[in-house]
């Protein structure tokens, strides 16, 4: 584990993670993501304890709305379910019920002034001049959809049960001898005589007899398999299916009043940022934006940020970090802020527009609450009736009747793979998100008809499937020139791999890899300095595959490795060791690895605790929630 977090310390991945992990065992509440939906439902049992639904939506909410705000993007349930987060979050949950249980045996207390003092001293807490800031705490509380009761409650359990793992982890701190060497492991850089053969200039390599082409078909029968088909009946209920809806006019002025503020659009800033990793390269930015050097060029040569991360694009205040649009929201346009550090880095800020604020009026917004307030009129219609969908099926009645007595969509798959493709690989035509319709028929046995089931946007919908059609290999004759060419692709890399061979065994002491290479007619070219890493961005000079040979070979070794485009050949000329690291970078390493260190004592302390405490978790009552 400390390699691995090692390894991608650096990563904008792990950061997110690390904050997800921080945020869902520093903020907990009760809430739910679907709107009047019961959630009472037990999804893990954990020794004595269970974990409810409502807590892991609630949880999740939190984290979207956390994502939403750190990168001004959307990202729905799915995508966080796809992403690992709702797991993630729900092993934070167990962990969390573990280690409150453990706190409870060891008889773990606190006192309300202990509770007191962890509020009013929170920094998060307090005015500009230090003082605790009541109306600034009540709405840190709103924001996290937090009271204050259920904020005290959290800060009794919270509060024994980090005493406890700091108690854990506090002594653990990285040695220089460990410091050291690691520095020169990461740090190392090699350099390489490197020729490059190419799969695509490998030349002509024939046509294959029909012995050669039927032994190759044999042998490599995958890219001419054909998936899995399934042919099946899809009911579905979608709120855009539900007609007669209609919304008092007293009711739609009363939404109005309720949502003035959030329905009145705010200053809105279209803002771009210098990201730098510290703060000597920072000030080498500043420095030259104020020569008048162009901000992306800045950006990316001198800060070295990705050019994507720059345009952070037309965002409301609240979007943003505190920390970043209290700035952004001061500054005067085209105009470059004094730079920031955020857990990211450093930032310069510069805004480039500015959208003063609209105040929008009941005759603006009414077609929009009035289309809200049918939604989610519809959506309730949906959830009530899908119970009783259900229970008709469990019954035995049929799609087809369900359908016609309740007024469902009825839609006929005569074979799609689970891709949702058909037999001419075209995408088939569903009135709901492919990914879950197509999740369910392939999770579904041939002639059974599944439960219903909710997907994103409040719509319900269950399939029967009618025929399962296995993989099987198309016949030589019906693919014969695809056949013929991966027979030449293989050929073609044959060829190339056994030129990169020969190159790699006529290299003698005597004789260098780039003498070799020109006497055959190829270019042997020196690499600059190569890191062990390869860039982040994919422009790395060199090749995963040979790079981790190079950083295995000793000085004068000859290596060959290969990829999807060709073949390559390597003489390792130089070793490059950085002996003495900076102070600023023992410092930063060692804070690093003691991090590391903590972290897997609290994991492997959280692992072993968890063995006194069975864990039962039902996936389905997960799956139905997201």
Do not use: C
Request: zero cysteines.
């Amino acid at each position: 584990m400390l390699q691995a977090i090692r390894s991608k310390a650096g990563s904008i991945v792990v950061k997110v993670l690390f904050g997800l992990l921080i945020l869902t065992f520093g903020v907990w509440g009760i809430g739910d993501i679907f709107r009047n939906r019961p959630t009472d439902t037990v999804i893990v049992t954990v020794g004595d304890q269970k974990i409810h639904g409502e807590e892991l939506q609630a949880a999740v909410r939190r984290e979207l709305d956390r994502l939403r705000q750190e990168f001004a993007a959307a990202v729905d349930v799915q995508q966080a379910k796809n992403m690992g987060i709702v797991d993630t979050i729900l092993e934070a949950l167990i962990d969390r019920s573990v280690a409150e249980q453990e706190a409870a045996k060891l008889r773990l207390d606190v006192s309300d002034e202990v509770i007191r003092a962890a509020v009013t001293d929170n920094p998060r807490f307090r005015a500009p001049d230090g003082r605790f800031d009541r109306a600034l705490f009540n709405a840190v509380l709103a924001q996290n959809h937090l009271n204050e009761d259920q904020f005290v409650a959290m800060m009794r359990r919270d509060i024994p049960l980090n005493d406890l793992l700091q108690a854990l982890t506090a002594g653990a701190a990285a040695p220089q001898s460990l410091v050291d060497p690691l520095y020169r492991y990461r740090n190392e850089k090699r350099v390489a005589d490197i020729v490059a053969l190419p799969t695509a200039e490998a030349g002509d390599v024939g046509q294959p007899s029909e012995t050669e082409l039927t032994a190759f078909y044999d042998t490599h029968q995958d890219p001419f398999r054909t998936p899995e088909y399934r042919g099946f009946t899809l009911i579905s209920l979608s709120p855009s299916d539900v007609e007669g809806i209609e919304i008092p006019e007293a009711k739609l002025k009363e939404e109005f009043d309720q949502r003035q503020e959030e329905l009145q659009l705010p200053e809105r800033r279209e803002v771009q940022q210098i990201l730098a990793p510290s703060e000597e390269k920072v000030k080498e930015a500043g420095a030259a934006l104020a020569a008048g050097k162009d901000w992306k060029d800045v950006a990316t040569t001198i800060a070295g940020q990705d050019p994507e991360t720059i345009e952070l694009g037309l965002m409301r205040r609240e979007e943003m970090p505190k920390v970043l649009s209290d700035i952004a929201f001061d500054l005067p346009l085209n105009t470059a802020s004094e730079p920031v550090k955020t857990p990211l880095g450093w930032h310069i800020l510069r805004v480039v527009k500015i959208e003063p604020p609209v105040i929008v009026t009941y005759e603006q917004a009414r077609s929009r609450l009035e289309a809200e307030l049918a939604r989610d009129e519809a959506e309730d219609r949906i959830y009530k009736v899908a119970n009783r969908i259900d229970d008709a099926l469990a019954g035995g009645a049929s799609l087809e009747d369900v359908a016609a007595k309740f007024g469902l969509k009825t839609t006929l798959v005569a074979a799609a793979d689970v891709q949702g493709t058909d037999l001419e690989r075209k995408p088939v035509a569903l009135p709901l998100p492919r990914d879950a319709v197509f999740k369910l028929v392939f999770a579904t046995g041939e002639g059974r008809t599944s439960r219903v089931t909710e997907s994103r946007g409040g719509a319900i919908f269950a399939v029967r499937v009618s025929k399962v059609t296995p993989p099987a290999v198309k016949p030589l004759a019906e693919v014969k020139d695809q056949a013929v060419e991966a027979w030449q692709a293989d050929k073609r890399r044959e060829k190339v791999a056994r030129t990169a061979e020969e190159l790699a065994a006529a290299v003698k002491p005597d004789i260098g890899l780039a003498a070799v290479a020109a006497e055959r007619g190829f270019k042997a070219a020196a690499s600059p300095p190569l890191p062990r890493q390869p860039s982040r961005d994919g422009t790395a000079p060199t090749p995963p595959a040979l790079l981790a040979k190079l950083f295995a070979a000793k000085p004068g070794e000859v290596v060959t490795a290969a990829d999807a485009t060709g073949s390559y050949v390597a003489q390792l000329t130089k070793v490059e060791i950085s002996e003495t690291p900076p102070p600023n970078v023992v410092t930063d390493q060692a804070r690093e690895l003691t991090e590391a260190m903590r972290g897997d004592l609290r994991a492997e302390y959280t692992q072993a605790v968890r063995r006194r405490y069975p864990v039962e978790i039902r996936r389905e009552a997960i799956d139905r929630l997201f």
